[in-house]
T-cell receptor, first 113, second 114 residues
Framework: AQSVTQLDSHVSVSEGTPVLLRCNYSSSYSPSLFWYVQHPNKGLQLLLKYTSAATLVKGINGFEAEFKKSETSFHLTKPSAHMSDAAEYFCVVTDNYGQNFVFGPGTRLSVLP | GAGVSQSPSNKVTEKGKDVELRCDPISGHTALYWYRQSLGQGLEFLIYFQGNSAPDKSGLPSDRFSAERTGGSVSTLTIQRTQQEDSAVYLC????????????FGPGTRLTVL
């Protein structure tokens, strides 16, 4: 069975400061991991994905995430937050067959001016 | 190319009525998923179709919910005898069947049961 924990339901940062959104996973298989973003009243958009290649993954809008097997983590980071980053972020784990996509509960990111 | 589309975008219905929600996946995507997202909540898996295989219905919350996928393309999610707790955004996603590939999401259908 797989599961995803997003440790913070809400993160608030000031514009221009770093962003860290935490994600821990549990999987019986070698997982694929994804981060999706959902802006208010918008659909889900893929930010980045890890699929057993490089452990440091770069995504869109300056976001990146590092897969750490020993810590079962896939934290999302960005060096400098922008007001447009305010949204809901979901960490997702799946097995190699893509049959079960398990979503975390989400972290709401607020960016203060 | 065209993304995943869903219709209607909004649906308001009365308690006890049946509703049908439609999803048009990206052409050629063999996998299709339905999720439900209640206000301020994460995504709840409902059902998964992969090619011609029997669907994974393990997430359907009750027998009032059903879904079909015709010709391996368009899918319809049907909710019978709707209840107020069915109010949510229903999201559809499709995916190329190859491993490691991500899901592509539609804009969702917002269902309100009065």
């Amino acid at each position: 069975a797989q599961s995803v924990t997003q440790l913070d339901s809400h993160v608030s940062v000031s514009e221009g400061t770093p962003v860290l959104l935490r994600c821990n996973y549990s999987s019986s298989y070698s997982p694929s991991l994804f981060w999706y973003v959902q802006h208010p009243n918008k659909g889900l958009q893929l930010l980045l994905k890890y699929t057993s290649a490089a452990t440091l993954v770069k995504g869109i809008n300056g976001f990146e995430a590092e897969f750490k097997k020993s810590e079962t983590s896939f934290h999302l980071t960005k060096p400098s937050a922008h007001m447009s980053d305010a949204a809901e972020y979901f960490c997702v784990v799946t097995d190699n067959y893509g049959q079960n996509f398990v979503f975390g509960p989400g972290t709401r990111l607020s960016v203060l001016p | 190319g065209a993304g995943v589309s869903q219709s209607p975008s909004n649906k308001v219905t009365e308690k006890g009525k049946d509703v049908e929600l439609r999803c048009d996946p990206i052409s050629g995507h063999t996998a299709l998923y339905w999720y439900r997202q209640s206000l301020g909540q994460g995504l709840e898996f409902l059902i998964y179709f992969q090619g011609n295989s029997a669907p994974d219905k393990s997430g359907l919350p009750s027998d009032r919910f059903s879904a079909e996928r015709t010709g391996g393309s368009v899918s319809t999610l049907t909710i019978q005898r709707t209840q107020q707790e069915d109010s949510a955004v229903y999201l559809c996603a499709s995916r190329d069947g190859h491993s490691y590939n991500e899901q592509f999401f539609g804009p969702g259908t917002r269902l309100t049961v009065l």
